[in-house]
């Protein structure tokens, strides 16, 4: 995983509540056998006008106008604003890899769902839970006629939107390590590696018989 | 030293570390991959220039996509044949050991495990699938993970996991002739419910365990995850070590000695304390049918179809009429009166050796019944399937009027070509009865191979053990 450096990025307003998982990435794009290309399908069913399958197209596509992330002012949007209850419905780990594929770095709410939000760690992306006044805030900030900027100090947990005071956020001591040090959970478990090893050699005294091909 | 459960001493040999909150590293020793969890974890590895910590620990099949006839010919559905050519180039990049598709040695992952030796008691076993808990029956201990943990065990040959709470439910007396290990686990899930064992590891106990043998202990510990537990668990004794002995993987000579000895360790001490503890009279339990969309909605063969109205629980009662409703069945039906249109004999819970001769035995010198459309046996390897031949099994299900095809999944979970159209109704010999598991709108019931066979050539659920006097 990259490390999570400070960025300054632009901010795509999302105004609902309840996003589910099958909202954020149909299901019909799981049978993939990739993590990565998911992007082009992200929020496929409110993004464009048609029904969406594997293997169309998608720059053919007839685009829904009324869509934030087809607004010209969010084209190259990190940051996404929504509403409570972010990506709840199935576990699919294939939500956190459209966002990301998108290029999505941040998702500000004021609440997620468990399984998303741990799963976004995994896949390096940062879900900021803020208060819903602040969340309401933001939003305005970022619905004039010019796009919010703001940027993410992760190291400092502040937000520094342009033109407004910064904006403090709270995150676990441990994951917010992982994500600066650009460690996932295998990255993690490398840096036992020796004790790993270790383990090897003991056991394969103890029971040579589970290293042997048979 | 205080008395362990085996799962203590499984856990405790493979803890690489621990933190102070008690989450363990857990060293994994066998990790069996298939064509649908893994492509992402292998692209993951791809992605960050990671190698597999072990590949020789790794043994991957295409099962739950690949077709069950005219393997020759190729896969026709594009999405299974993407899946399956991934599996195959991947396990060629990163050096895993794969049985292909055409390999005598393929079959689902589950049934091919213990067959090769490549499980063996005391191991850690892993697989992107939840029915992995079927490898408990060796005394190993088995659970199924996601698609990030498939990676990050390939990747680190470990698993970061916390300590499960245990169970241990001892099953006492003696099942009756005709009344087999799977109508035993569909019995113990209706007692307890598929919540019952929410997040704890089941031991299986007590003296019908013992007698049961490996194949039945599998079924047994494969259903364990239908009770919502983490694995399933049965101590070694020398039905397991005979089963072991002499397998392809297995260790031989003077090493088989040193396993053996090991190996005679991996059971519950006396005294050992289990958070939960489930007594069931095996005496009692009859041959079992499921008549909802869940595995505990399970009747026995001469009990009826129960009547939502007579649930005090009305969050039950909704449940259950919505399960009637779905599988089209009235309250009060006697279960011996609802005819089935399809049989399907497979799936990791019951496609072994043993659970074919079941099968062949009521059918031998029968007839698939008029109304009975499609009757499938898909045994679960390549190998099972040889050794029927060998012992003519085949023969008596294709003159009984059985289909008889290659390994894999099938019919089980509908992801190849053998499904159920909408309100087809099937006697399966599979594990799970979900709304639409064995294709949209079909209706499932649960059965063990006996009663599936028994049903094909009755065209209705029939006790079995009728059938069995009059032969
Ligand atoms: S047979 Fe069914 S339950 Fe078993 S691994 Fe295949 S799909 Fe899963």
Redesign the pocket.
């Known amino acids: 995983m990259d490390k999570f450096e400070t960025f300054t990025g632009v901010v795509a307003p999302l105004d609902r509540a309840n996003v589910d998982t099958d909202a954020i990435i149909p299901k019909q794009f799981l049978k993939s056998i990739k993590r990565t290309g998911f992007g082009p399908n992200l929020f496929d069913e409110w993004r464009y006008l048609d029904h969406g399958e594997p293997g169309m197209d998608n720059s053919r596509r007839p685009l829904n106008p009324d869509f934030v992330l087809n607004d010209p002012r969010y084209r190259d949007a990190s940051i996404l604003l929504a509403r409570d209850n972010f990506g709840c419905g199935s576990s699919r780990e294939h939500a956190p890899w459209a966002l990301t594929d998108y290029g999505f770095r941040v998702v500000i709410a004021p609440s997620f769902a468990d399984i998303f939000f741990n799963n976004s760690f995994k896949n390096g992306l940062l879900p900021i839970v803020l208060p819903s006044e602040t969340v309401d805030r933001l939003f305005r900030m970022s619905s004039g006629e010019h796009a919010l900027e703001m940027t993410v100090d992760l190291a400092d947990q502040r937000l520094l939107p342009a033109g407004g005071e910064p904006i403090p956020f709270d995150v676990d001591p441990f994951r917010k390590h992982c994500l600066l040090e650009g460690l996932d959970d295998i990255g993690l478990t490398l840096q036992h590696e020796q004790e790993i090893r270790a383990y090897e050699a003991r056991r394969r005294e103890q029971a040579p018989w589970l290293f042997g091909s048979g | 030293m205080s008395a362990k459960t085996l799962y203590d001493k499984l856990w405790e040999d493979h803890l690489v570390r621990s933190d102070e909150d008690g989450t363990g590293l857990i060293y994994i020793d066998r990790h069996l991959v298939h064509e649908v969890t893994s492509p992402q974890a292998f692209e993951g590895l791809r992605l960050s220039g990671r190698r597999p910590w072990r590949p020789d620990a790794a043994i991957a099949t295409p099962?739950?996509n690949v077709p069950t006839s005219g393997r020759d010919q190729g896969i026709r559905d594009p999405i299974a044949r993407i899946q399956v050519e991934a599996l195959d180039r991947n396990c060629e990049t990163f050096g895993i050991p794969e049985f292909g598709m055409n390999d005598v040695r393929q079959g689902?992952?589950?049934v091919i495990g213990p067959e090769q030796g490549l499980v063996l008691p005391g191991m850690t076993v892993v697989c992107g699938?939840s029915?992995t808990s079927t490898h408990g029956a060796l005394g190993s201990l088995a659970f199924g993970i996601g698609t990030s943990e498939v990676e990050h065990v390939l990747a680190t040959q470990c698993l970061i996991q916390k300590k499960s709470p245990t169970m241990r439910i001892t099953i006492d007396g003696e099942l009756g002739p005709g009344v087999t290990a799977k109508d035993l686990v569909l019995a113990i899930i209706g007692e307890i419910g598929t919540a019952g064992g929410t997040g704890h590891v089941i031991e299986y106990a007590g003296e019908v365990i013992r007698s049961l043998s490996m194949e039945g202990r599998m079924t047994v510990c494969n259903m364990t995850i239908e009770a919502g537990a983490r694995a399933g668990l049965i101590g070694v004794d020398e039905t397991t070590i005979d089963y072991v002995r002499g397998r392809p993987h297995a260790p031989a000579g003077e090493l088989w000695e040193r396993a053996e000895a090991d190996w005679r360790r991996l059971h519950s001490d006396p005294g050992a304390r289990f958070d939960r503890e489930v007594r069931i009279d095996a005496s009692r339990i009859v041959p079992q049918v499921t008549w909802g969309t869940s595995p505990e909605m399970v009747a026995p063969v001469d009990g009826r179809v129960p009547d939502p109205a007579r649930e005090s629980d009305p969050v039950r009662a909704e449940g259950m009429r919505r399960a009637l409703a779905y599988m089209g069945l009235e309250p009060d039906t006697p279960i011996g009166e609802i005819p089935v249109d399809h049989v399907f004999i497979g799936?990791?819970?019951n496609a072994r050796i043993e659970d074919l001769r079941a099968a062949a035995a009521v059918a031998r010198g029968r007839r698939v019944a008029e109304g009975v459309r499609q009757a499938l046996v898909v045994p679960g390897s390549g190998l099972v399937k040889r050794q029927a031949e060998a012992e003519g099994l085949d023969r008596i299900f294709i003159e009984a009027g059985f289909e008889w095809r290659d390994p894999g999944?099938s019919m089980?979970?509908a992801m190849n070509a053998d499904r159920l159209a909408p309100g087809d109704r099937c006697a399966s010999t599979?594990?799970?009865n979900f709304e639409g598991r064995q294709g949209k709108g079909g209706r499932t019931h649960l059965v063990s191979p006996a009663m599936a066979a028994a049903a094909a050539v009755t065209g209705r659920f029939t006790d079995v053990r009728e059938l069995q006097e009059e032969a």
Do not use: F, G, Q, W
């Open positions: 099962d739950h689902i992952v589950h699938d029915h799936s990791c819970t999944c089980c979970l599979s594990n799970r």
